[in-house]
């Protein structure tokens, strides 16, 4: 018995993989971490939309603008990267059966990434670091916070690189038989992009960190956002690539689905690591410094070939799924499918919600204020936070939070708690998020500043009128920001209990129900026995794709024509800006 207890591997009663215990608790260590560094977040979010709710204006510019440093550290460095890090452990060891590269210097990696997190936490709170999410020059902070973040990001550097060590592991031990698999693939791609984006994170802050103790001269501040944002773009990219790995990973256990062409999806993973950081452009289009044809040519061709990469994994993921519950018999009609599909199963309403809101808000604005024209009119108004709010945090907190609710009975052998509320908990969320995201773009096309704290302008000698509807937007904003607030505390009020002190999970039997554990493990989705004759025949030359997925065609049409409609919308805004026409 006590041999068992030891053991260093064991056999998950689910998939029958081996799990070796060194490589899971190097998972729990770093998700718990992201859950925590996810409640300073949104604690912080709350605060800051009640303050940009012009009726509320709760907080004074002092402590907005600290929380707004404190929010984007929290939610887009230190919740999404340590739960990147989770993943990248889970891919290389669970989904591929190897052991772990040096799990002991996965801890010494942990501890410099929470030192660091800590370091720029003390920080902020302090009011040492009053310097925003991008610290641009001549903006100093304490050299503790720069440190940390160095800190940090050589961390994550180095768990990447036992991600690829483990990788190698794998290969050479032939744990697994053909090419690697596409969710691994996936992180594989989010971990390639980390690099990247950690190296341009040492030119950045690295000479930053020797200004602020006196040893050089302040960065050129052009040079310091280009190279910032190749860091500040692209860390969001990681996340767009774990976040499309696990994707196709819900969609395989929650509904069987199967992936139409695993040469198309890995390409469209390759075109990430190509382009990516170009789009990161997109960001300077108002930049005096950069000439016309340099961004034109960053945020169009290049940036379209990331696009190109999204709308890939947009129709790919959704047609599995379709493809995965027709091979199972769910064959009536167009959406018949869609009807049948496990509504109650937290992992698959989350990533249907994610799909959704990162695609259609998220893709078709981002595209849109790409646009070097558009963009000049967009910049500085609250319809960017709109968009990123639209794909980082409704998009990949989601599809986050829906690979919780399995790895909580999977990795941590415990009860999803407060199970009823655990299955409306992404529909919360999402529903918060999306009033959120609407208000902050639909109060930005009326010209509301991005950052301002205060738009009336209450000190200021001369006044800026905005229209009425102005109000309007910011309550639905600050509406949506409350109910989002909710539902992402109510999933970390989830995964806090089920981790400390959730009900220990007994064996899991296939085919029983059982209280807390998503259906898609105790009934796994397994295609009818007659789906290999009709994967054949709905493959057929002769009827084509269409005849595969009709219903997925019929929801990227409609997404096609909003996206048109959206578009051309902007373009015309503008020419009445320009008076032209």
């Not at 041999?3 to 998939?15: E, G, K, L, N, Q």
């Not at 992992?347 to 998220?362: D, E, N, R």
């Not at 646009?371 to 998009?395: K, L």
């Not at 052998?413 to 199970?419: C, L, M, S």
């Amino acid at each position: 018995m006590s041999a068992v207890a030891t053991s260093p591997v064991r056999i998950c009663d689910v998939t029958g993989r081996r799990i070796h215990r060194s490589a899971e608790q190097l998972v729990k260590a770093n998700a718990v971490v992201a859950v925590v560094a996810l409640l300073v977040g949104i604690i912080a979010a709350l605060l800051l939309v009640l303050t940009r709710w012009q009726a509320v204006h709760l907080l004074p510019p002092t402590w907005y603008y600290r929380l707004l440093g404190v929010h984007g550290m929290n939610m887009l460095i230190f919740f999404i990267i340590f739960f990147e890090m989770a993943v990248l452990w889970f891919a290389a060891t669970v989904l591929l059966n190897a052991r772990p590269a040096a799990p002991r210097l996965g801890w010494v990696n942990f501890g410099v990434m929470l030192l660091g997190s800590l370091m720029v936490e003390w920080a902020q709170w302090s009011g040492r670091a009053d310097v925003l999410y991008t610290s641009y020059p001549p903006l100093k902070a304490h050299p503790v916070f720069y440190l940390g973040v160095i800190l940090f990001a050589v961390g994550a550097l180095l768990v990447t690189c036992q991600f690829f060590a483990t990788l190698v592991i794998a290969r050479r031990e032939r744990t697994y038989e053909g090419s690697l698999p596409l969710v691994v693939y996936g992180a594989m791609t989010a971990a390639i992009i980390a690099v990247i984006t950690l190296v341009h994170g040492a030119m950045t802050y690295i000479p930053t960190f020797l200004w602020s103790i006196g040893l050089i001269a302040m960065p050129d501040p052009q040079v310091y956002r280009m190279l910032w944002w190749a860091l500040g773009h692209s860390a969001q990219q990681i996340n767009v690539a774990a976040m499309v790995a696990i994707w196709y990973m819900l969609g395989a256990l929650t509904v069987g689905a199967v992936v139409l062409n695993e040469k198309v999806s890995r390409s469209a993973f390759v075109l990430y690591i190509l382009f990516i950081s170009m789009a990161s452009a997109h960001h300077l289009l108002v930049d005096p410094g950069f000439g016309p044809a340099w961004k034109i040519v960053n945020t169009s061709y290049f940036m379209y070939m990331a696009v190109l990469a999204s709308m890939v994994h947009g129709f790919t993921v959704p047609a599995g799924m379709e493809l995965g519950m027709r091979l199972r018999g769910y064959t009536d009609g167009l959406f018949g499918w869609l009807r049948r599909a496990p509504w109650g199963d937290p992992g698959f309403s989350s990533l249907v919600l994610s799909v959704v809101v990162f695609g259609f808000v998220g893709g078709i604005t981002g595209v849109t204020l790409g646009t070097e024209q558009i963009n000049i009119i967009a910049h500085n108004t609250m319809r960017i936070p709109g968009h990123f709010h639209s794909t980082v945090v409704s998009g990949t907190a989601l599809a986050f939070m829906g690979a919780t609710y399995y790895l909580l009975p999977l990795v941590f052998r415990r009860r999803v708690a407060f199970w009823k509320l655990a299955r409306i908990q992404p529909y919360l969320f999402s529903g918060g998020m999306l009033l959120l995201v609407l208000g902050m773009t639909f109060a930005g096309s009326f010209g509301v500043p991005r950052r301002h704290w205060d738009i009336s302008f209450s000190q200021a000698p001369f006044d800026v009128p905005f229209n009425p509807a102005v109000d309007i937007f910011l309550a639905v904003m600050g509406i949506g920001g409350i109910i989002a607030f909710l539902g992402g505390l109510s999933f970390i009020l989830i995964a806090v209990k089920s981790v400390f002190f959730g009900e220990p999970l007994p064996e899991i039997t296939r085919g029983v129900e059982m209280h807390g554990v998503p259906r898609g493990l105790t009934h796994p989705p397994v295609h009818a026995p007659d789906a290999d004759e009709r994967n054949a025949a709905l493959h057929d030359p002769a009827r084509g794709i269409a005849g595969a997925t009709p219903g997925t065609l019929v929801l990227v049409a409609v997404f096609l024509l909003a996206f048109v409609v959206y578009y051309f919308a902007n373009w015309k805004l503008l020419s009445f800006l320009w008076k032209i026409g």
